[in-house]
């Protein structure tokens, strides 16, 4: 396995870097990292083992595989301190949003794999959606997908689609749970109960949804109809839902696409 980067130890920089290590793929002595704020480091260097370096250009220099985790307005900064420490042989694995491709290409002058992780990893789930840039190497796919299939299902797929799939995926975690809080305060308007109770009550049988849907015996369909017999209580609530939910979706889709065209417009 390749020696890996890990550029900004934030939420996502900082998931990668455990689960990379928890997962066996990556020895800790073969992680570098580096941290604007250094202090965030501190527990994967003193807790997983990771070696810490003392700036990007140092993360650059001692690792094959580069993992770009910064935002968007601060790529600009961050690639022309590694520029000086990159050959032909590296890649740059940008999970950056709406940084495309050939601007990351081009300002590195190597190859560029895009990858939208979720924080779903953290229990081994969820969907990580990736992007390799043309040149990419054939061992160099099988080493990135090995990687995020350690930590996830992978889905490849085109630069045009990232956005979208990014939207039903990583932006998915909040907007489902922004759904069960919804839920949650409608049953505490209908009154007769807290909102501790109704987040405990919604939150576990979405558990309990979620593990329906992981097996083999219900897709979303099934389970709506196996639960909604026709005529009855349940019904009535789908039939809200049918009506009312699809504009209401059309428009968080519609809103998060304007602002991933925005970002891009003002990332570098
Ligand atoms: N959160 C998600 O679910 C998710 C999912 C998919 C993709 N993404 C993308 O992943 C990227 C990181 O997201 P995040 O949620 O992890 O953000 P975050 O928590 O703000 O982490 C970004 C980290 O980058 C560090 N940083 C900034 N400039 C730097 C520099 N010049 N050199 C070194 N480190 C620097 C920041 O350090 P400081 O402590 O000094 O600020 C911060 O710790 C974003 O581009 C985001 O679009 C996020």
Known sequence: MSRIGIIGTGSMGSMLTRKFIESGKVSPGDVFIYNRTPEKMND?????????????????????????????????????????????????????SDVPLKKLSELSGVNVVRVIPSITSEYGAGVSVLVFGEEVPQFAREEILSLFGSISRSYVTTEDKISLLSDLTSSSPAIIASIMQQYALAGVRRGGISIEDAEFLVRETFTGTAKLLSGNDYDFSSLISGVATEGGITAEGLDVIEKEIPEVFDNVLSRMSEKHLRVEENSL
Not at 48 to 59: D, L, Q, S, T
């Open 44 to 96: 994967l260097v003193n807790n997983y083992g990771a070696i810490g370096c003392a700036g990007n250009g140092e993360v650059a220099g001692r690792s094959d595989i580069i993992f770009l985790c910064v935002g968007p307005d601060e790529v600009k900064d961050v690639l022309p301190e590694i520029r000086p420490f990159l050959d032909g042989k590296k890649l740059i694995v940008s999970i950056v």
